[in-house]
């Protein structure tokens, strides 16, 4: 076992301590982006949805693995598929709306990802979404502060991509109806 992982498990990190680095984290962002757009090498929005992506990616690792504290124990199924059988097929409620919840919180990620990419926005939005959804997997993992699942992958990825579909199609058809207005 690593120095770090014991002290984690032993010590976790205080909630105003991890608030505290993830508004530095943060701060540090948004003057990144404020110099960036000052220099015109990012637009106002695209800045805007940046910093709003990192400051919700922030929120989603604080509830779900950060602002946790430790089981003491390992908790994992990775059985593929396991929750949705017995959420739809057996009918327990309480797996129906951990699922909902789970795609859910990952709409607005999925939303600001496209607004925040200019080419591949799609792609991007779902790669991002997946790599988030692994990576907090992990953490609940190794630092026993959550169940880690593939099933929340996919629902956290699935709701990336719901988030994604939706905002493109607003998108898109803002621009036709702007296009449209213009003509007339």
Same mark, same amino acid.
């Given at each position: ?30 003057? %990144? ?6 220099? $015109? ?22 509830m ?9 124990? !390992? ?13 739809f ?28 990419? $200019?080419?591949?926005? %799609? ?32 629902s956290n ?7 994604? !579909?939706?905002?493109?199609? !607003? !998108?898109?058809?803002? $621009?036709?109806?702007? $296009? ?5």
């Amino acid at each position: 076992m690593s120095a770090i992982y014991t002290y984690l498990y032993y010590f976790p990190i205080p909630a105003w301590t991890t608030i505290l680095i993830l508004s530095w984290l943060l701060y540090l962002a948004y003057r %990144l982006l404020g110099e960036a757009y000052d220099k $015109k090498e990012i637009e106002k929005n695209r800045a805007i949805a940046i910093f709003l992506l990192i400051a919700y990616s922030m929120l989603l690792m604080y509830m779900t693995f950060l602002g946790r504290r430790s089981m003491g124990y !390992v908790q994992s199924n990775y059985e593929i598929g396991w929750s949705y059988r017995r959420a739809f097929l057996a009918g327990e409620r309480d797996l129906q709306e951990e699922i909902l919840l789970n795609i859910l919180i990952f709409l607005p990620l999925g939303s600001l990802c496209v607004l925040a990419r $200019k080419h591949f926005r %799609l792609i991007i939005s779902v790669l991002y979404g997946c790599a988030l959804s692994c990576m907090i997997e992990y953490f609940q993992l190794y630092l026993c502060r959550g169940t880690s699942e593939y099933d929340d992958i996919i629902s956290n990825t699935l709701g990336t991509i719901i988030g994604s !579909v939706i905002t493109l199609i !607003v !998108v898109e058809g803002l $621009k036709l109806w702007r $296009k449209n207005r213009q003509r007339s």
